[in-house]
């Protein structure tokens, strides 16, 4: 069974960074490609950034890319999110995601299994 436990979350100023990280137990980790989502209150879970099962591949939402790095070590069944220059509009509570694949989706329905979630608030 798989299971996924995000941690990394907190409260900065923006301009801060933040790193963001999801543990994976399970079946071996690499037949999974990975995403992190994020929601805020009263707003869909959006598309954060997503990276292929041995991580050659990443894929980025318009809002992030350039301050956002998805990252995995299949060694060590980890997930990251670095996430630099954070602005207001990125507080939100960030679920990381499992994908049973090697080219993940941008869309939260399609993965199998979710973490609890990490709340990430920055401000003014």
């Known amino acids: 069974q798989v299971q996924l436990v995000e941690g990394g979350g907190g409260l900065v100023q923006a301009g801060d960074s933040l790193r963001l990280s999801c543990a994976y137990s399970g079946p071996t980790f690499s037949t999974y490609a990975m995403g992190w989502f994020r929601q805020a209150p009263g707003k869909e879970r959006d598309f954060v950034a997503a990276?292929?099962?041995?991580?050659?591949?990443?894929y980025y939402a318009e809002s992030v890319k350039g301050r956002f790095t998805i990252s995995r070590d299949n060694a060590k069944n980890t997930l990251a999110l670095q996430m630099n220059s954070l602005k207001p509009e990125d507080t939100a509570e960030y679920y990381c995601a499992a994908y049973r694949g090697d080219f993940p989706p941008d869309s939260s329905y399609r993965y199998h299994y979710w973490g609890q979630g990490t709340q990430v608030t920055v401000s003014f």
């Open positions: 990276i292929s099962r041995l991580g050659s591949r990443t």
